[in-house]
């Protein structure tokens, strides 16, 4: 199994920033995408942006430059810089990977256990 273990929420200002870690652990064999959605209250769960591990990002449009992802493929961590927060922007953020835990198994989709974001106006 793999466990994830996510930090760096909290409550900030419009027009902050914030940095979420997300680290991964446990029966990896390997990480093939790492990334952040979020889901506000009485709204889908939504992609915020995906980072491959050859380094190709993929973003929503409404966090365009404003949020940049990375990652550490030796430390197995994704990191999700968010400048210039909105409070669109509050919401429960989740990290996501998809990862073999063995070389002969599929890759599978694993979640975090969210951390929160709250942006006032």
């Known amino acids: 199994q793999v466990q994830l273990v996510e930090s760096g929420g909290g409550l900030v200002q419009a027009g902050g920033s914030l940095r979420l870690p997300c680290a991964a652990s446990?029966?990896?064999?390997?990480?093939?995408?790492m990334g952040w959605y979020r889901q506000a209250p009485g709204n889908e769960r939504e992609l915020v942006a995906t980072?491959?591990?050859?380094?190709?990002?993929n973003y929503a449009d409404s966090v365009k430059g404003r949020f940049t992802i990375s990652g550490d493929n030796a430390k197995n961590t994704v990191y999700l810089q968010m400048n210039n927060l909105k409070p669109e922007d509050t919401a429960v953020y989740y990290c996501?990977?998809?990862?073999?835990?063995?070389?002969?198994?599929?890759?599978?989709?694993?979640w975090g256990q969210g951390t929160q974001v709250t942006v006032s106006s």
């Open positions: 996501m990977v998809v990862a073999k835990p063995k070389a002969w198994t599929t890759a599978v989709a694993y």
């Open positions: 446990g029966s990896i064999f390997r990480l093939n995408v």
């Open positions: 980072i491959t591990s050859g380094g190709s990002t």
